[in-house]
């Protein structure tokens, strides 16, 4: 139960952390990386199933620290990469990682990045280990440390 409770705690922490942050960040730059990271995560086992998709949008259209954002384009773009990474995984991959690049140097913006990627990883409640290397190849893109998530 104290194990519960400590990811449990952790788990608020980072919401509260991510609420705050995303409020700060909102641009056209860290909208793009953040809808990049969720499309990757994702799309880490190599397709999205049109279920996945609309669980995905879900959570953006629910997710309290997304609302920030024109849904519009948060969609559009979503998609976008989800088509990338359709036509062919390593040029999605690649598409998703120069959107994640601009952040590169910006370590509060990459952390917060790298938090909510986290989030979308558990929303299912199974951050498996497909979503974890996708976020460690996040963090490896924004030369931040994985271990410092947890990953």
Request: aromatic residues 10%; contains cysteine.
């Amino acid at each position: 139960m104290t194990t519960f409770n400590s990811v449990k705690d952790w788990f608020n922490q980072q919401k509260t952390s991510i609420s705050e942050g995303i409020a700060r960040f909102k641009n056209k730059d860290f909208m793009e990386a953040v809808v990049a990271g969720c499309a990757f995560v994702a799309c880490s086992d190599g397709q999205v199933k049109p279920e996945e998709k609309r669980k995905m949008a879900g959570y953006i259209e629910r997710s309290e620290e997304l609302r920030v954002f024109d849904m519009k384009d948060v969609i559009k773009s979503f998609n976008n990469y989800v088509e990338g990474f359709d036509f062919d995984y390593l040029i999605g991959k690649a598409e998703v990682m120069k959107s994640i690049g601009r952040l590169k140097g910006k370590d509060e913006m990459g952390r917060l990045l790298i938090r909510v990627c986290c989030a979308i990883g558990m929303a299912d409640g199974d951050f498996d280990d497909h979503e974890k290397q996708a976020v460690r190849e996040i963090c490896q893109e924004l030369n931040l440390s994985p271990q410092e998530f947890g990953l």
